[in-house]
């Protein structure tokens, strides 16, 4: 049986990019891409595809000085940056989003966490891509509640990490579990230091013109143009909307124009930004940060 399970209204990804799916019907599902463009296709192909690509994200990468017969001969094209016409409102025929070429992969090579294995997806008609641990998002059946994220608007890209709050308090999933990571010891210290550290902002990200700017000593509130120092930050978190699309986002920013001349260097950017709030991500899965191999006792010399 195919691996993934294949519904109406579902959006996926293949090498021409994401789909919706209008229908299925046995071994058969009628697509339709973003461009408008519908095509008829098998189940198995699309699940073959799919899997392919979590192996792809999986496969070892090349170490710094391999042979180059180690190498693939096929050379893999490489991102060289965001153009201009990739901050337009419809997605479609945009190129940052490329499987291939895109800021995709670029960021997940920068992206090392030992036992977290980092892929990216592309939602369905969005000016946005995120990046997650393969595993748990199947666990989630597609569904990410928690990770990172780069949208890109007419203003510019903004990038970092999210967390949905649902409508309901639940006792156990990515936001409860972020919260009891914020009350314990360290924790909000810890969050502050990197907002500051980075120039990163908390908002929601269906109200992104509300929200707290970290300093060395607390936090501010900005609302539009008012800046109101000493704010708290459980407060701020509790009056944040919840449902569907809310979610708290601690992001970085910057304006279309540098964003185009960083070129390449943005994936290092977004890379870097992504591994200092592993912290945030961790804690939003349970999952604590691995202990790191010991080495032995270097032996002293009798001589």
Same mark, same amino acid.
């Given at each position: 049986?195919?691996?993934?399970?294949?519904?109406?209204?579902?959006?996926?990804?293949?090498?021409?990019?994401?789909?919706?799916?209008?229908?299925?019907?046995?071994?058969?599902?009628?697509?339709?891409?973003?461009?408008?463009?519908?095509?008829?296709?098998?189940?198995?192909?699309?699940?073959?595809?799919?899997?392919?690509?979590?192996?792809?994200?999986?496969?070892?990468?090349?170490?710094?000085?391999?042979?180059?017969?180690?190498?693939?001969?096929?050379?893999?094209?490489?991102?060289?940056?965001?153009?201009?016409?990739?901050?337009?409102?419809?997605?479609?025929?945009?190129?940052?989003?490329?499987?291939?070429?895109?800021?995709?992969?670029?960021?997940?090579?920068?992206?090392?966490?030992?036992?977290?294995?980092?892929?990216?997806?592309?939602?369905?008609?969005?000016?946005?891509?995120?990046?997650? %641990?393969? %595993?748990?998002?199947?666990?989630?059946?597609?569904?990410?509640?928690?990770?990172?994220?780069?949208?890109?608007?007419?203003?510019?890209?903004?990038?970092?990490?999210?967390?949905?709050?649902?409508?309901?308090?639940?006792?156990?999933?990515?936001?409860?579990?972020?919260?009891?990571?914020?009350?314990?010891?360290?924790?909000?210290?810890?969050?502050?230091?990197?907002?500051?550290?980075?120039?990163?902002?908390?908002?929601?990200?269906?109200?992104?013109?509300?929200?707290?700017?970290?300093?060395?000593?607390?936090?501010?509130?900005?609302?539009?143009?008012?800046?109101?120092?000493?704010?708290?930050?459980?407060?701020?978190?509790?009056?944040?909307?919840?449902?569907?699309?809310?979610?708290?986002?601690?992001?970085?920013?910057?304006?279309?124009?540098?964003?185009?001349?960083?070129?390449?260097?943005?994936?290092?950017?977004?890379?870097?930004?992504?591994?200092?709030?592993?912290?945030?991500?961790?804690?939003?899965?349970?999952?604590?940060?691995?202990?790191?191999?010991?080495?032995?006792?270097?032996?002293?010399?009798?001589?």
């Amino acid at each position: 049986p195919p691996k993934h399970a294949f519904v109406k209204g579902g959006h996926y990804e293949n090498m021409k990019g994401p789909y919706e799916v209008l229908s299925v019907v046995g071994n058969t599902m009628r697509l339709r891409w973003e461009d408008g463009e519908e095509s008829v296709t098998d189940v198995d192909l699309q699940d073959r595809i799919l899997t392919r690509f979590e192996r792809e994200v999986r496969a070892p990468r090349p170490k710094p000085g391999a042979r180059q017969e180690d190498l693939e001969l096929t050379p893999v094209p490489r991102f060289r940056g965001l153009a201009p016409t990739d901050f337009a409102p419809d997605p479609a025929g945009t190129t940052w989003r490329s499987r291939n070429s895109g800021l995709g992969h670029a960021v997940a090579e920068e992206l090392e966490a030992g036992d977290l294995c980092f892929g990216f997806w592309v939602p369905f008609r969005q000016q946005r891509m995120v990046w997650a %641990d393969v %595993d748990r998002r199947a666990e989630g059946g597609g569904a990410l509640p928690t990770g990172f994220f780069c949208r890109l608007d007419a203003a510019g890209a903004t990038w970092g990490f999210f967390v949905e709050r649902p409508t309901e308090a639940a006792r156990d999933g990515a936001w409860p579990r972020f919260l009891a990571w914020l009350e314990a010891p360290g924790g909000e210290e810890t969050l502050r230091t990197l907002a500051a550290g980075r120039g990163l902002r908390l908002c929601c990200r269906t109200a992104p013109s509300t929200y707290l700017q970290a300093s060395g000593s607390g936090w501010s509130l900005a609302e539009g143009d008012r800046r109101s120092p000493g704010a708290r930050l459980g407060e701020f978190l509790r009056t944040l909307p919840a449902g569907p699309g809310a979610a708290l986002e601690c992001a970085a920013s910057l304006g279309k124009d540098p964003a185009v001349r960083r070129a390449a260097k943005l994936g290092v950017d977004l890379g870097q930004t992504f591994a200092a709030l592993l912290p945030l991500y961790r804690a939003s899965l349970g999952v604590e940060e691995p202990e790191k191999p010991r080495r032995p006792a270097r032996k002293r010399s009798t001589a």
